[in-house]
């Protein structure tokens, strides 16, 4: 049971009954509202049952009067509405952001590249065949610009793991990379 308007009393059955109700007169209206507001026009229904969510958490508020309780829901989804829409413009202006960084930055993978261009393809290749624990510590570290106990918390784990793991994963990714090196350097010996 809950109370509701000052000493009157409903019980769940009875706000669910009233819920649904307000939903069989309402939801198709409702819906039309959305459908000519939005883009794209699946996020309609979405927006629907986000504005039945707020009168669900609110039914203590809904005007038991139909038209009234009908104009409550118009005011509710309008609400949702412009919600949705700041949403969409930080969404919108987030991504405006880091296009602007990535032209400025370039690739995700800043590297110098020599001669052949083929030092960043060792650099990811190398990184890529660590394990994941320790690829993620390089990543966040060398690519992400976290130092090694910020990168810990990131992933979860103890200090102590974190610069024991990315010790490793260093001294792997510095004979990989040597490897690598040396692969080429006898593949184009052998092409002469």
């Given amino acids: 049971m809950r109370a509701h308007r000052g000493s009157a009393i409903t019980s769940d059955a009875d706000e669910?009954?009233?819920?649904?109700?307000?939903?069989?007169?309402?939801?198709?209206?409702?819906?039309?509202?959305?459908?000519?507001?939005?883009?794209?026009?699946?996020?309609?229904?979405?927006?629907?049952?986000?504005t039945y969510m707020v009168a669900w958490r609110r039914i203590g508020r809904v005007p038991a009067q139909d038209e009234q309780a009908r104009m409550w829901m118009?005011?509710?989804?309008?609400?949702?509405?412009?919600?949705?829409?700041?949403?969409?413009?930080?969404?919108?202006?987030?991504?405006?952001?880091?296009?602007?960084?990535?032209?400025?930055?370039?690739?995700?993978?800043?590297?110098?590249?020599?001669?052949?261009?083929?030092?960043?393809?060792?650099?990811?290749?190398?990184?890529?065949?660590?394990?994941?624990?320790?690829?993620?510590?390089?990543?966040?570290?060398?690519?992400d610009g976290f130092s090694v106990i910020e990168a810990a918390r990131v992933v979860g784990v103890r200090e102590s793991t974190a610069r024991g793991r990315y010790q490793r994963a260093r001294a792997s990714l510095s004979a990989r990379l040597a490897e690598l090196s040396r692969r080429e350097s006898e593949g184009a010996r052998s092409v002469r």
């Fill in 16 to 50: 669910a009954v009233r819920l649904t109700r307000l939903h069989e007169k309402v939801a198709p209206d409702l819906l039309r509202y959305f459908e000519r507001r939005v883009l794209p026009i699946d996020d309609a229904a979405d927006l629907l049952a986000e």
């Fill in 74 to 143: 118009f005011v509710t989804a309008r609400g949702v509405l412009n919600n949705w829409r700041r949403g969409q413009r930080r969404r919108s202006a987030l991504a405006d952001e880091l296009r602007g960084q990535l032209s400025i930055h370039g690739h995700w993978l800043q590297v110098e590249t020599d001669s052949e261009g083929s030092t960043q393809d060792r650099v990811r290749d190398a990184v890529e065949s660590l394990p994941l624990s320790q690829r993620e510590l390089i990543m966040l570290v060398h690519w």
